[in-house]
């Protein structure tokens, strides 16, 4: 929970220098003033969390050997665009070393085509797929409550208007399920397990393709 406060600093006018305010008095103001301001915010705990990445299992008989190439592919709901969480792993393996393609720079948007992405890892010399299904749901409302006291000129600091305003904003959380697979054998073989906690979509597909490859390369699935 964030809890945020801006209190205006209160100044003496000219006229306040010639007469002391009585104890307990507001000095007065020349100008219009913010007096307070109050916000609420109840966050849900995916607003307060980092991504992070966990292990559930890796084959125990998976010998770790050098990488030529990495095919990635994410999966989500109907209505959502995986092609971000694609492209940010694509980009977040290249920057270790790794060539990486997604789904999304191949292949048009929609269903996927299993023969024709057999046909492209086969022709194209692909040793992993890395498969991201995400899941999306509706996060915890955030509740903004704003009060405002205004005053304008001196006699207004001893009454004036308060306003009070609330609003309420509802985004998307987002986690997910990964698997990698080694398309060097027949069949393929799963190879390695493992999920993300559930976060803000915002930002997530950079953050959640870091954790990812950090944690692949601690697993040595990704070696160079």
């Known amino acids: 929970m964030t809890i945020g406060r801006l209190a205006s600093e209160v100044v003496p006018s000219p006229l306040s220098r010639r007469r002391r305010p009585k104890p307990g008095k507001v000095s007065s103001m020349p100008r219009l003033l913010l007096a307070s301001v109050a916000a609420l915010a109840t966050l849900g705990a995916s607003g307060c969390a980092g991504i992070s990445v966990t292990q559930l299992w890796r084959d125990p008989s998976y010998r770790s050997r050098p990488l030529n190439r990495v095919f990635v592919v994410a999966a989500m709901p109907s209505n959502a665009r995986p092609a971000q969480f694609e492209n940010a792993l694509a980009q977040a393996l290249t920057a270790k070393g790794f060539q990486a393609v997604s789904r999304s720079s191949v292949f048009p948007t929609g269903r996927i085509d299993k023969h024709k992405v057999q046909e492209y890892v086969a022709g194209n010399g692909v040793d992993l797929i890395i498969m991201e299904r995400l899941t999306t749901e509706a996060a915890a409302p955030v509740v903004v409550t704003t009060t405002v006291s205004q005053s304008s000129g001196w006699y207004g600091a001893y009454g004036g208007a308060t306003a009070t305003s609330t609003t309420i904003s509802q985004g998307t959380d ?18 390695w397990s493992g999920v993300s906690n559930t976060v803000d979509i915002q930002g997530a597909a950079q953050s959640l393709s870091e954790a990812l490859t950090k944690e692949l390369v601690k697993a040595q699935i990704l070696v160079k």
């Open 174 to 191: 987002v986690s997910a399920q990964i698997d990698v697979y080694d398309v060097r054998t027949e069949p393929d073989t799963l190879i």
